[in-house]
């Protein structure tokens, strides 16, 4: 962890000028609830505002100098908690061990907890820490972040303060991958494909997805001149793919940028850096861009809860389909 202050954060301008006013004006909450999708900054803001309430020269934004500063740079500031999902949940002892931390009585500065991935609260943790809420620490703030709040119980979210967080845009999730040897093109198509997330841009980049996007635009194209035995193959190596479901949105985004392209508005194509528009296309190819798309849409619906759906007879079903567009038919 190292220190995080406003000034440094990507986008969501609104969200830190809101949190400044409050803290400037003496009304920060009790709770807040950061709501918004994966890789937007809200843990980010959460620390930023931490290190905010407790610096000792406070002016509009921590200063990153003084010993509050330094301590909450390094995790290791009495005032900063922060606890997240073990094994995919918050568990109640982890819920009473916050409790047991709140009874303490403040020396001085300004408590923050923040739950990290708040949508992970068991059933019991999820009523203990209710009682949290309901009965809330003077001088303390407790920050719930989820990118699915929805998940939460009504009585936790009536509770807290809702600050919605938005997807970043290109030019700031562009700027974000300054560190990686990659073009120009390269790092708008990586920032489009992450829907404003850098941290998902990050993961595509360094887990091989974003590489990968050729050799599957190559096969994709191909599928139209490929007999039933070679499509059976096909979707048994697919379905067993670990990243199955980054190569479904890949697709996805390949048949949407043919449609765009189809079109004729090239500005809009997200893998810009392979497909240059498509501007040739008939109405028929496009209605066939489309049928793609939604098949693929179809698909992971089918292998994702609640339905479980069988991957290998799911992608099958879902090539016969992509090769009779590739195919014209």
């Known amino acids: 962890m190292s220190l995080v202050r406003f000034d440094d954060i990507r986008g969501n301008q609104k969200v830190r000028s809101l949190l400044r006013s409050a803290i400037e004006r003496g009304r920060v909450a009790h709770a807040y609830l950061f709501a918004g999708p994966a890789g937007v900054g809200k843990l980010d803001v959460a620390r930023a505002m931490a290190a905010a309430l407790n610096c000792e020269h406070y002016a509009g934004d921590s200063c990153g100098r003084c010993s509050s500063c330094k301590a909450i740079a390094i995790g290791a500031h009495l005032n900063y908690i922060e606890i997240r999902p073990e094994k995919g949940l918050l568990k109640i002892d982890k819920i009473r061990e916050l409790q047991k931390i709140l009874s303490y009585r403040l020396e001085r500065g300004h408590r923050v907890v923040v739950v990290d991935g708040a949508e992970q609260l068991a059933s019991g943790a999820a009523n203990a820490f209710l009682k949290t809420l309901e009965e809330p620490t003077a001088g303390s703030t407790i920050i719930l972040v989820t990118p699915s709040p929805d998940s939460l119980l009504p009585t936790i979210i009536s509770r807290s303060q809702r600050i919605n967080f938005h997807p970043l845009g290109t030019s700031e999730v562009v700027a974000a991958l300054g560190d990686y040897e990659l073009s120009d093109q390269q790092k708008k198509a990586a920032a489009m494909l992450s829907g404003g997330s850098i941290t998902r841009a990050r993961e595509a980049l360094d887990g091989g997805v974003f590489a990968r996007r050729g050799e599957l635009f190559e096969r994709l194209t191909a599928f139209g001149s490929k007999n039933g035995a070679a499509i059976l193959d096909e979707a048994a ?49 496009v209605k066939g861009f489309t049928r793609a798309y939604e098949a693929i849409e179809q698909a992971r619906i089918n292998i994702t809860p609640p339905r479980y759906g069988n991957k290998a007879l799911t992608i099958e079903n879902m090539l016969i389909t992509l090769r009779d567009v590739e195919a014209g038919r």
């Open 237 to 285: 190596v697919m379905a067993k793919d670990a990243e199955l479901l980054e190569l479904l949105e890949l697709l996805k985004g390949w048949y949407r940028d043919r449609v765009v392209g189809g079109y004729g508005c090239d500005g809009f194509v997200v893998n810009m850096d392979i497909l240059k528009g498509d501007a040739g296309c008939t109405y028929e190819e």
